[in-house]
């Protein structure tokens, strides 16, 4: 296999991330007009309401190449993903004060 060859087998991994504190950033109140509102800080327009973040990275999932993947294949993939975040999430949810909120994947 010359390179040009090789150069089309590039192999990467699937990493599961998730962020714990994003959603804090905005608070939303429920009104009679708008059914809602987003809550910040404002200065000048609307900025984020200050709060830590936090990045938490998983174990790599490695990835064999398939040339012409069926959807079943892409299914076990994407569900082997899914349950490596909800483990990811499980794992460090009570790390950074999220151990009453459940993880919800839409």
Do not use: C
């Amino acid at each position: 296999m010359n390179r040009k060859e090789e150069a089309l087998f590039i192999r990467v991994s699937l990493v599961p991330v998730i962020t714990f504190g994003e959603n804090e950033h905005y608070q939303q109140y429920k009104n009679w007009i708008s059914n809602q509102w987003v809550w910040g800080r404002s200065i000048v327009g609307y900025l984020p309401l200050r709060h830590p973040v936090t990045t938490v990275v998983g174990k790599p999932i490695h990835v064999n190449q398939i040339i012409d993947p069926s959807q079943t294949d892409i299914d076990q993939l994407h569900d082997q993903y899914l349950q490596a975040v909800e483990q990811l999430y499980n794992t460090n949810k009570a790390n950074y004060g999220f151990e009453n909120v459940k993880l919800e994947i839409i």
